[in-house]
Structures are given as structure tokens and as C-alpha cells.
């Protein structure tokens, strides 16, 4: 079955310091790739998106991702992170080997220190 | 701009009572609308879509249902909930056509709390 899979449920890190959240989908054809983060008791909000062209995509707030298509991964980074930035994050797909349906990660969570 | 709204944003209801949540969108027309289900520690769970008045596609069997009577609001209702109906519920909308910039873009609302207790 066509899924995606973020490898880390909790990423914990301190402030300032580079992350990286980790995201593989299955599929061998063309797809949209999505980013989007939800605050604690809110909905979701789009992040970023990679609908064609250059394979690095910037997005809000600082965070950028790179599509690897060999790899078919799909990492969100960002260089320096705030205690604002603690959330949950969400890897989506998009495709017609999908049905055209938003097809979510199970999501990881963001855990800032100070 | 497009808005989505979504209420109520907090509901707790006993078992076997009914459920009825609502989800409006502006600023577009006949767009695509959808409910998503996120459970406690578990990623998005897509339970109906639709792709105009009427038409209505269930992902998932369940207790739940989907109406849209009209152009922008989509409703998810229930007769009778259960306890494993709780969760986070929200609501989203895509553009249709428009191209790749607009048309696979899903924009969600502000989500509700159903507790079923």
C-alpha cells in the first residue's frame, strides 16, 4: 500500500541547534509533497510544498525541505530553532497513485528545550 | 481570501447521543471539502471527501456521516456516538482545477474536540 512514514515520532532539541524531521513515501511516479505544522490545539497549517521544479523548497518560519526523488524522501530543516517551533509536523502526499488524496505521516513532534 | 471555519471548536457528549459538526467555507466556490479524524497520538485519518453538493465519498466504514447541502458547507454528523469517536476533527477544503499551483493545496480549518464520554 502507498503510505509515508516520518522515522521519528519526537525529535527533542535545543534551542538554537539544527534539525531535521524525516520523511519517506512509497511511490515510484510523480507526487506532490507537503509540509504543515499544527500547534497545540489548533489545526494545521501549511508549511511548504514541492509541486515541481528546483528540488529545494523554502517555505514559512525558516524551515526548507529537499525532494529526493531517487530516495523519495522529503526532510524538513531548518538551521536554528525557537521554543515557538515546538509543535507536531506533518509529511503529506499527493497523487494519482494516491487516488489524488491527501495521504499524511503519522507526524512528529518538535520538543524545544531552553 | 479564503476562509475556512469550523465549530463547535469543543464538544463533549455522552454516548449514544447524536453529533453534528459544521464547516463553512468563503471565498471560493465549489471547492472540494473534506473531514480528516486525527486520534490521540496518531496521524490524520481521512473519513469523507466531496467534490460538489451532494456528492459524498466515505473512506473509511464507520459511524460517522457527511452531508454538504450546499456549495460551502460540508457537516459531519452522527446518530449514535461511540467512545472510539473521539478525537480531533477537521475540516478542509482544495481548489478544484486551477493547476498545480491551486488545485493540490489542501488548506484546513481550526479543528474540534469531540469527546465522547
Given at each position: 500500500a502507498q503510505s509515508v512514514t516520518q522515522l521519528d515520532s519526537q525529535v527533542p532539541v535545543f534551542e538554537e541547534a539544527p534539525v531535521e524531521l524525516r520523511c519517506n513515501y512509497s511511490s515510484s511516479v510523480s507526487v506532490?509533497?507537503?509540509?504543515?505544522?499544527?500547534?497545540?490545539?489548533?489545526?494545521?497549517q501549511l508549511l511548504l510544498k514541492y509541486l515541481s521544479g528546483s528540488t529545494l523548497v523554502k517555505g514559512i518560519n525558516g524551515f526548507e525541505a529537499e525532494f529526493n526523488k531517487s530516495q523519495t524522501s522529503f526532510h524538513l530543516r531548518k538551521p536554528s530553532v525557537h521554543i515557538s517551533d515546538t509543535a507536531e509536523y506533518f509529511c503529506a502526499v499527493r497523487g494519482s497513485q494516491y487516488g489524488n488524496k491527501l495521504v499524511f505521516g503519522a507526524g512528529t513532534i518538535l520538543r524545544v528545550k531552553s | 481570501?479564503?476562509?475556512?471555519?469550523?465549530?463547535?471548536?469543543?464538544?463533549?457528549?455522552?454516548?449514544?447521543?447524536?453529533?453534528?459538526?459544521?464547516?463553512?467555507?468563503?471565498?471560493?466556490?465549489?471547492?472540494?471539502?473534506?473531514?480528516?479524524?486525527?486520534?490521540?497520538?496518531?496521524?490524520?485519518q481521512l473519513l469523507f471527501y466531496s467534490v460538489g453538493i451532494g456528492q459524498i465519498s466515505s473512506e473509511v466504514p464507520q459511524n460517522l456521516s457527511a452531508s454538504r447541502p450546499q456549495d460551502r458547507q460540508f457537516i459531519l454528523s452522527s446518530k449514535k456516538l461511540l467512545l472510539s469517536d473521539s478525537g480531533f476533527y477537521l475540516c478542509a477544503w482544495s481548489q478544484v482545477g486551477g493547476g498545480k499551483s491551486s488545485g493540490n493545496t489542501i488548506y484546513f480549518g481550526e479543528g474540534s474536540w469531540l469527546t465522547v464520554v
Open positions: 506532490y509533497l507537503f509540509w504543515y505544522v499544527q500547534y497545540p490545539n489548533q489545526g494545521l | 481570501s479564503q476562509t475556512i471555519h469550523q465549530w463547535p471548536a469543543t464538544l463533549v457528549q455522552p454516548v449514544g447521543s447524536p453529533l453534528s459538526l459544521e464547516c463553512t467555507v468563503e471565498g471560493t466556490s465549489n471547492p472540494n471539502l473534506y473531514w480528516y479524524r486525527q486520534a490521540a497520538g496518531r496521524g490524520l
